[in-house]
């Protein structure tokens, strides 16, 4: 059950950004503060990714490493395919990598390649949280895109406050509420003492002003 405080809150944005009259869909954004919280501790850092139960509101855009019968299969089902060859051709040029990077929500990868993708390009799919996941050659690699189609991240590195996305201002409130709650539930999994390691959350639209919800 969603916390009538949240869908509230998010009623609030949503009845803010309708005055703005924007020519373009915002984003739900969410803005996360930790506190007791020692980040120096790889450990403690956060990094997870989340599927949304009503997705994103605009599906993330997918990347792929891949080779053979996998870049076959993939073709019709990611944004991007990156064959090998390419990757001694984006190593040399990071302009054209970080524009591709900037596109693409997630990367992934087939399993053999990522030494050289780690070796070549790991510089800049790295500090960017954008690193490919491995998988196998053999993979049904429709299912994954699927689940990464509704998919966030959260990541704090070494900060305390990080960001997130929750959806789009013209999905359902109560949709964008359970997606909000599905965050901050697995946030709290992974804090040593759950919701007493979170100082606040506000969530916002992409240019509105922002909301207290825990």
Same mark, same amino acid.
Request: no cysteine; proline share 2%.
């Given at each position: 059950m969603v916390e009538k405080k949240i869908i509230d809150a998010v009623q609030k944005i949503l009845e803010e950004s309708k005055k703005q009259n924007?020519? %373009?869909?915002? $984003?739900?954004? !969410? +803005? =996360? $503060?930790?506190? $007791? +919280?020692?980040?120096?501790?790889? #450990?403690?850092?956060?990094?997870?990714?989340?599927? *949304? @139960?009503?997705?994103?509101?605009?599906?993330? #855009? =997918?990347?792929? %490493?891949?080779?053979g019968e996998l870049a076959m299969k993939a073709k019709k089902h990611v944004?991007?395919?990156i064959k090998p060859e390419d990757i001694e051709e984006l190593s040399k040029d990071?302009?054209?990598?970080?524009? =591709? +990077? $900037?596109?693409?929500? %997630?990367f992934i990868a087939e399993a053999p390649l990522m030494p050289t993708i780690g070796k070549t390009l790991g510089v800049v799919l790295g500090p960017r949280g954008k690193m490919p996941k491995p998988v196998p050659p053999t993979i049904d690699i429709a299912n994954i895109v699927k689940n990464l189609r509704n998919t966030v991240k959260i990541r704090s590195k070494s900060n305390k406050t990080f960001h997130t996305i929750a959806g789009k201002e013209d999905m359902e409130k109560e949709h964008i509420a359970e997606n909000i709650d599905t =965050?901050? #539930?697995? *946030?709290?999994?992974?804090?040593?003492?759950?919701? !007493?390691?979170?100082?606040? +959350?506000?969530?916002?639209?992409? !240019?509105? @002003?922002?909301?207290?919800? *825990?």
């Open positions: 924007r020519k %373009f869909k915002q $984003n739900i954004d !969410m +803005v =996360i $503060n930790l506190k $007791n +919280v020692d980040l120096n501790d790889a #450990k403690n850092r956060i990094d997870e990714e989340i599927i *949304l @139960p009503h997705g994103r509101g605009k599906k993330a #855009k =997918i990347a792929l %490493f891949a080779t944004d991007l395919l990071k302009k054209h990598l970080k524009k =591709i +990077v $900037n596109e693409h929500d %997630f =965050i901050i #539930k697995r *946030l709290e999994s992974r804090l040593e003492r759950g919701r !007493m390691n979170i100082e606040s +959350v506000y969530i916002k639209t992409t !240019m509105g @002003p922002s909301e207290r919800i *825990l």
